[in-house]
T-cell receptor, first 116, second 112 residues
Framework: DSGVTQTPKHLITATGQRVTLRCSPR?????VYWYQQSLDQGLQFLIH???????AKGNILERFSAQQFPDLHSELNLSSLELGDSALYFC???????????????FGDGTRLSIL | TQLLKQSPQFLSIQEGENLTVYCNSS?????LQWYRQEPGEGPVLLVT???GGEVKKLKRLTFQFGDARKDSSLHITAAQTGDTGLYLC????????????WGLGTSLAVNP
């Protein structure tokens, strides 16, 4: 058990819809990272938050947004969903900012999103 | 663009065999992390190597960071069915605003 909790585990929805994925980081971790994993693209970094502030952006689409709340949990919002958004979405957390060292990341078990 | 290439992409072996998987790049990394991911779960960190030429052992797993810090290998001795999974390497960039660059992984199946 990594200590990172993601909900829901599975989500099935239709094209054009909007969903919210939730992540609670490991106790004491201030950084939250979001990733998308698909068979052909592998693990793609989306965005990183540290203590409520956005730190880095990766390959995140404009239709996607995220935020980290004062209690450090984070939400990833996906809107105008397309078939190609079907994937596993992982949240990971680490202790520090990750800006000055590459700290190990602790992953949740992911949310499997299926777009019909 | 920094890329990490992992090879082979797929590997299927019998229990008891030895194997090596590779993680290669043309870029220099400040550190290299190896993770294992099992179906239905998130990746789990196995090891971090930070010094060129560094070798770390974790039971039957031996990790090596290349002298130039551009590549890494993972060697498994006497593989067991419990070693089955997706092995991912992630290179840490240097300088400010560091991030991890991920490989696509090697999918290992160890058959009884």
């Amino acid at each position: 058990d990594s200590g990172v909790t993601q909900t829901p585990k599975h989500l099935i929805t239709a094209t054009g819809q909007r969903v919210t994925l939730r992540c609670s980081p490991r106790s004491g971790d201030l950084s939250v990272y979001w990733y998308q994993q698909s068979l052909d693209q592998g693990l793609q970094f989306l965005i990183h938050y540290y203590n409520g502030e956005e730190r880095a952006k990766g390959n995140i689409l404009e239709r996607f947004s995220a935020q980290q709340f004062p209690d450090l949990h984070s939400e990833l919002n996906l809107s105008s969903l397309e078939l190609g958004d079907s994937a596993l979405y992982f949240c990971a957390s680490s202790v520090g900012t990750g800006l000055y060292s590459n700290q190990p990341q602790h992953f949740g078990d992911g949310t499997r999103l299926s777009i019909l | 663009t920094q890329l990490l290439k992992q090879s082979p992409q797929f590997l299927s072996i019998q229990e008891g065999e030895n194997l090596t998987v590779y993680c290669n790049s043309s870029s220099v990394f400040s550190s290299l992390q190896w993770y294992r991911q099992e179906p239905g779960e998130g990746p789990v960190l196995l090891v971090t190597v930070v010094t060129g030429g560094e070798v770390k052992k974790l039971k039957r797993l031996t990790f090596q960071f290349g002298d130039a810090r551009k590549d890494s290998s993972l060697h498994i001795t006497a593989a067991q069915t419990g070693d089955t999974g997706l092995y991912l390497c992630a290179g840490g960039t240097a300088g400010n605003n560091r991030k991890l660059i991920w490989g696509l992984g090697t999918s290992l199946a160890v058959n009884p």
